[in-house]
């Protein structure tokens, strides 16, 4: 059964430490997104790929985020310095898009907490 | 305004009811939508997108209202299994827009 990888599951960092968040999105999927949830703010979108390439990223504090793809089964997201604000689960989905209709399948999710 | 707005509930039904969820989105250019599924600390998942016609699943039906700018979800025959946070999802040619999510808790 095919699904999106993330890793890791769990992450407690301290405030300014790197964090970096992994993705295995599902083989064959032209489409990778990064979002973020918490309670108050729900689904947000921090990025998004489209073979490969960046397509938006202006969800994402640009000071400290960064997300990129180095090949077609790996994508990460980086937040350096990390703060505690930034605690959060953090879910990688990725699809296929056909015209402009993307169906997205999910990972687990990083649970961050930046303490 | 948000551009997908739903009622965050909780809406709290016996086992065997039929439920209803709204959600409103802002921009008309949008051009396709889903419903999601999201269990307490667990991933969303897709439970169906929405098609103009409007379609069905099982106990499940969606419907898409253009010239309102609506989707609804209908639940038929609700499960215990069914509690979850339902969420609408808008896409307009960029990244999927998620609303906040209805909680529904079906009770026995």
């Known amino acids: 059964d095919a699904r999106v990888t993330q890793t890791p599951r769990d992450k407690v960092t301290e405030m300014g430490q790197e964090v970096t968040m992994r993705c295995q999105p599902i083989?064959?999927?032209?489409?990778v997104f990064w979002y973020r949830q918490t309670m108050m703010q729900g689904l947000e979108l921090l990025a998004y790929?489209?073979?490969?390439?960046?397509?938006?990223d202006s969800g994402m504090p640009k000071d400290r985020f960064s997300a990129e793809m180095p090949d077609a089964t790996l994508a990460t997201l980086k937040i350096q310095p990390s703060e505690p604000r930034d605690s959060a689960v953090y879910f990688c989905a990725s699809g296929n898009t056909v015209g402009d209709n993307t169906e997205a399948f999910f990972g687990q999710g990083t649970r961050l907490t930046v303490v | 305004r948000k551009e997908v707005e739903q009622d965050p509930g909780p809406f709290n039904v016996p086992e065997g009811a039929t439920v209803a969820f709204n959600c409103t989105y802002s921009?008309?250019?949008?051009?396709?939508f889903f419903w999601y599924r999201q269990d307490c600390r667990k991933e969303p998942k897709l439970l169906m997108s929405v098609y103009s016609s409007g379609n069905e699943d099982g106990r499940f039906t969606a419907q898409l209202n253009r010239a309102s700018q609506y989707i609804s979800l209908l639940i038929r025959d609700s499960k215990l299994s069914d509690s979850a946070t339902y969420l609408c999802v808008v896409n307009k040619g960029r990244a999927l827009t998620f609303g906040s999510g209805t909680r529904l808790q079906v009770q026995p």
């Open positions: 921009n008309s250019a949008s051009q396709s």
């Open positions: 790929f489209r073979n490969r390439a960046p397509l938006d």
């Open positions: 083989l064959g999927h032209n489409t």
